[in-house]
T-cell receptor, first 112, second 117 residues
Framework: GDSVTQMEGPVTLSEEAFLTINCTYT??????LFWYVQYPGEGLQLLLK?????DKGSNKGFEATYRKETTSFHLEKGSVQVSDSAVYFC???????????FGTGTRLTIIP | GAVVSQHPSWVICKSGTSVKIECRSL??????MFWYRQFPKQSLMLMAT?????????EQGVEKDKFLINHASLTLSTLTVTSAHPEDSSFYIC?????????????FGPGTRLTVT
């Protein structure tokens, strides 16, 4: 079955540091890939997505590129802010299927 | 657009009582709604998938008689935790799926914090 593996957290960085959160997946075919963000006490929000190989999703300074050859979708940001502190979830979904498969989430804390 | 609300945002109930959580899609009709449970170490567990007018499909290991799901309309789904116990205390999140052409987008509610004393 499908699965998503995220790097173990928690991750703590200083403000303006470079961020990478690794995500790899196991799935048949060509699923769509997503990053969701959950701020403290809130539900999940879609951060970015990519629907086919080599696509780059981007939003709010975050980027992730769909790498079919390495089955990865790593999240990056060049300079993080305190307001980026949240839990980040990588997920996949197959075309025509409504169900998302989530990774375990990575808690990110940015210190000033 | 595509806003999903949950009510209540938090609830405290006594052990043995039942509590109902509502999930509404405010500005769209959802083809499907999902219920998740989030554990303290943040991992999300899909509990069930519900479609309007039909019985919910529960994930393996989720007690359907304990977590009753009713999907009365295209904009409302409810989760009732029956005979709640302290181990049911958790953060429950719903989501609603909106068809976008042949694909789907899933929109999440803000979550409901349940504490059973």
């Amino acid at each position: 079955g499908d699965s998503v593996t995220q790097m173990e957290g928690p991750v703590t960085l200083s403000e303006e540091a470079f961020l990478t959160i690794n995500c790899t997946y196991t799935a048949t075919g060509y699923p769509s890939l997503f990053w969701y963000v959950q701020y403290p006490g809130e539900g999940l929000q879609l951060l970015l997505k990519a629907t086919k190989a080599d696509d780059k999703g981007s939003n709010k300074g975050f980027e992730a590129t769909y790498r079919k050859e390495t089955t990865s979708f790593h999240l990056e940001k060049g300079s993080v802010q305190v307001s980026d502190s949240a839990v980040y979830f990588c997920a996949l979904r197959h075309f025509g299927n409504e169900k998302l498969t989530f990774g375990t989430g990575t808690r990110l804390t940015i210190i000033p | 657009g595509a806003v999903v609300s949950q009510h209540p945002s938090w609830v405290i109930c006594k052990s043995g009582t039942s509590v109902k959580i509502e999930c509404r899609s405010l500005d769209f009709q959802a083809t499907t709604m999902f219920w998740y449970r989030q554990f303290p170490k943040q991992s999300l567990m899909l509990m069930a998938t519900s479609n309007e007018g039909s019985k919910a499909t529960y994930e393996q290991g989720v007690e359907k008689d304990k977590f009753l799901i009713n999907h009365a309309s295209l904009t409302l789904s409810t989760l009732t935790v029956t005979s709640a116990h302290p181990e049911d205390s958790s953060f429950y999140i719903c989501s609603a799926s909106l068809a976008a052409g042949a694909a789907y987008e899933q929109y999440f509610g803000p979550g409901t914090r349940l504490t059973v004393t």
